[in-house]
């Protein structure tokens, strides 16, 4: 799956991946961790990313 990047209770982030598919067929299996950072130490800014190989090769 992926890390959730907004504060989730450990049992909402166990709602989520139980309706995965890919968990449920058995590919995937969760692992849910605890995170803890100080406030404000995590920020993230709207970016563009590119649509193909040769966009983010500059060609």
Known sequence: MGCPSS???RS???ELTAVDPAVAAGRFSVTV?????PAGAMTFT????????????GG
């Open 12 to 14: 909402a982030a166990r």
């Open 7 to 9: 504060p989730c209770h």
């Open 46 to 57: 709207r970016t563009r990313f590119p649509r193909s190989v040769a966009e983010a090769s």
């Open 33 to 37: 961790l605890p995170w803890m950072v």
